[in-house]
């Protein structure tokens, strides 16, 4: 089992930025990639980026050259830098880790652009 806390969501203006973080327990060892979802009312959950564990990351058309996506193995950690809010980047996002036979989801934590 691994358990996901996500942190670092909140209420920003357009052009803001903010950095979520997830932190990971349990069987960490099983984790392979890891990643950040958002799901926007009336929306489906759609991937943000995905960073496998040694590094590589992937990141979505709609954020790329705004978001940035790290990974701290020692840590257990997967962090999501977010610079250039748009209103429509307004979402729960998720925390997501996969292991050989399962996805895990955090909480989600709610990040609001508004001005």
């Known amino acids: 089992q691994v358990q996901l806390v996500e942190s670092g969501g909140g209420l920003v203006q357009p052009g803001g930025s903010l950095r979520l973080s997830c932190a990971a327990s349990g069987s960490i060892f099983s984790i392979y990639n890891m990643a950040w979802y958002r799901q926007a009312p009336g929306k489906q959950r759609e991937l943000v980026a995905s960073?496998?564990?040694?590094?590589?990351?992937n990141i979505a058309e709609s954020v790329k050259g705004r978001f940035t996506i790290s990974r701290d193995n020692a840590k257990n950690t997967v962090d999501l830098q977010m610079s250039g809010l748009q209103v429509e980047d307004t979402a729960l996002y998720y925390c997501?880790?996969?292991?050989?036979?399962?996805?895990?989801w955090g909480q989600g934590t709610q990040v609001t652009v508004s001005s």
């Open positions: 960073i496998t564990r040694g590094g590589t990351s």
């Open positions: 997501n880790a996969q292991t050989a036979f399962q996805n895990y």
